[in-house]
C-alpha cells in the first residue's frame, strides 16, 4: 500500500492507496498515530484509493481514532467507495467515525 502525505489549513492529511489490508494496516496505523503525536492533532484520512479493507485496516484507523480522542483531535475520513462504506456498516462503524463524502467537506470538518 502506498500513502500520500500533505498539509492544509493546519490539516494533516493521509491519502493511503490501494488495499488496507494485514500487510499495509500496520506501516498505515504506526505512522497515523506517529503524526497525531507528533502534533497532527486534526488528521484528514481520504480513502478514496482504497479498494478493500480488512479488520487489521480497522484495527489501524480504529487505534488512530484512540490516540486523536486521547491527544484531544480530531480525525475525519472521507472518500469511502460504496464497498468500504458497506464494510463499515457491516463493522458498525458509521457511528464512530466523522465521515465525509468529499475532500472539501472532511477539510471543514477537520479544523
Not at 498539509?7 to 500487510?23: K, S
Not at 498505515?28 to 482504497?50: H, K, N, T, Y
Not at 480522542?69 to 475525519?76: C, Q
Not at 465525509?100 to 472532511?106: I, L
Amino acid at each position: 500500500m502506498d500513502m500520500i502525505e500533505s498539509n492544509a489549513d493546519g490539516v494533516t492529511i493521509m491519502e493511503p492507496r490501494g488495499r488496507m489490508d494485514t500487510l499495509g494496516a500496520k506501516p498505515f496505523g504506526e505512522r497515523a498515530v506517529e503524526l497525531i503525536r507528533g502534533g497532527g492533532i486534526r488528521m484528514l484520512i481520504d480513502l478514496r484509493q482504497i479498494q478493500y479493507i480488512s479488520s487489521a485496516g480497522f484495527r489501524a484507523l480504529l487505534i488512530a481514532h484512540k490516540q486523536s480522542v486521547e491527544s484531544k483531535g480530531k480525525l475525519v475520513l472521507c472518500g469511502l467507495s460504496a464497498e468500504v462504506r458497506r464494510m463499515f456498516e457491516l463493522g458498525a462503524f458509521l457511528d464512530v467515525f466523522t465521515i465525509c463524502g468529499t475532500r472539501e467537506e472532511g477539510l471543514a470538518k477537520a479544523k
